[in-house]
Nanobody, 114 residues
Framework: VQLQASGGGLVQAGGSLRLSCAVSGAIFIINDMAWYRQAPGNQRELVAAIASGGKTNYAGSVKDRFTISRDFTKTTISLQMDSLRPEDTAVYYC?????????WGKGTLVTVSS
């Protein structure tokens, strides 16, 4: 399983960005998928997750501002980020969970200026 995240960049507070993660390889073994982020000096944290059946869950700090989605072919997941705040600044990673373990893509940097 290979994951490639894109869509990061610089945005002003209150703005929006949409991250995408292209999935390739043995996609049939993937169960849940998720977005994580890691800010400088902080541990990596879960931002949003989507199960194979479509159920989603969000970190409290992003609920009602971020939306995770997955296309029907399950080859792309997206993270729509609205009302961005400076504290959302981080490197964002997409991940895929399988019975054999988790896969990670290289991160994409999101910087929110105040």
């Amino acid at each position: 399983v290979q994951l490639q995240a894109s869509g990061g960049g610089l945005v002003q507070a209150g703005g929006s960005l949409r991250l995408s993660c292209a999935v390739s390889g043995a996609i049939f073994i993937i169960n849940d998928m998720a977005w994580y982020r890691q800010a400088p000096g902080n541990q990596r944290e879960l931002v949003a997750a989507i199960a194979s059946g479509g159920k989603t869950n969000y970190a409290g700090s992003v609920k009602d501002r971020f939306t995770i989605s997955r296309d029907f072919t399950k080859t792309t997941i997206s993270l729509q980020m609205d009302s961005l705040r400076p504290e959302d600044t981080a490197v964002y990673y997409c991940s895929a969970s399988t019975r054999g373990g988790d896969y990670w893509g290289k991160g994409t940097l999101v910087t929110v200026s105040s």
